[in-house]
């Protein structure tokens, strides 16, 4: 199959180009000129320099195309845009990569855009497949568990806003690049959208313990209200101060995030890590960059 690639300069993105290849897919990726392509396998697959914003430029990169993966962020609010493209192109094949994070129920600016941009693909006549991770983890690159890690290695006492019982699922990123290239050709998961989370959830004070065992450090966790917390915050975020932890992301701690993948096990065969090896993986990647 003849694969555009829209995301694929980010952190999934190449776990899913490489995988699409290993498939036996032909891969096309739409990067913008000043997209870094060193972490792509460019003698493999072909580049075409555009934005997915520009409809002229996107329908030219889906041109003798079979299908779209879409890895990119679903909070650009490029949807619409990409949706109307494709079917103006007669392409009908495509995989939206969106998240779970549009099932918070907090008031979070981006849940909207999501919301909207989910809807724009499902009112399509597009043969769509919409795959949900929870939080993607599993190299030095990843934006999330390298921070927590990062934090562990640095002290021993680890502080805690809450009571560290909500419950996580994180997912591992080459489990997500898998279900995306298993969802692909697999007519049953057209018009339908699935879940994508780790082999079972976890308590963040689970997340942290795993974290530490790995590290092969031990720890102290200091459990703090987090309520107070939140509320000076948000009045320090009303002044435009801008501080390295938002009242949001507290709230989003304390928030459950566990879900089920079931109808993905099902229907395409999702087998995913659990947390512990997941990590363990991360950690030794950390641990060999260190060696140099």
């Not at 995989?95 to 909207?116: D, I, P, Y």
């Not at 560290?164 to 994180?170: A, D, E, F, N």
């Not at 939140?230 to 501080?243: A, F, H, M, N, P």
């Amino acid at each position: 199959m003849n694969v555009l690639v829209i995301g694929g300069t980010g952190f999934t993105g190449k776990f899913v180009v490489r995988q699409l290849l290993a498939a036996g897919h032909t891969v096309r990726c739409l990067v913008r000129p000043t997209s870094d392509t060193s972490g792509l396998p460019t003698d493999k697959i072909h580049l075409v320099q555009g934005d997915m914003g520009n409809a002229t430029e996107l329908a030219q990169a889906l041109d003798g195309m079979d299908a779209l993966v879409y890895v990119a962020s679903l909070g650009f609010g490029h949807a619409q845009g990409v949706v109307d493209t494709l079917q103006a192109s007669h392409i009908k094949r495509a995989v939206f990569v969106s998240t779970t994070a549009l099932f918070t129920q907090l008031n979070a600016s981006s849940k909207v855009v999501r919301v909207a941009a989910e809807k724009s693909i499902t009112d399509s006549a597009l043969d769509y497949t919409i795959l949900r991770p929870t939080m993607i983890y599993g190299t030095p690159n990843d934006r999330n568990m390298i921070r927590l890690i990062r934090f562990i290695q640095r002290t021993p006492i680890i502080p805690i806003f809450g009571d560290g019982q909500s419950l996580q699922q994180p997912v591992y990123v080459a489990d997500v690049a898998a279900a995306i290239v298993a969802a692909l050709p697999n007519t049953v998961t057209y018009r339908k959208a699935y879940n994508i989370s780790g082999a079972a959830p976890l308590t963040y004070n689970e997340v942290i313990d795993e974290v530490a065992n790995g590290l092969g450090k031990r720890i102290i966790k200091l459990h703090i209200p987090y309520k107070p917390v939140v509320w000076v915050l948000q009045q320090i975020e009303k002044l435009g101060i801008t501080l390295p932890i938002k009242a949001e992301q507290i709230l989003r701690l304390n928030e459950n995030k566990a879900f089920e993948h079931a109808e993905a096990s099902r229907d395409f065969g999702y087998t995913p890590k659990d947390f512990a090896s997941g990590v363990r993986l991360e950690l030794e990647e950390l641990k060999q960059i260190a060696k140099g």
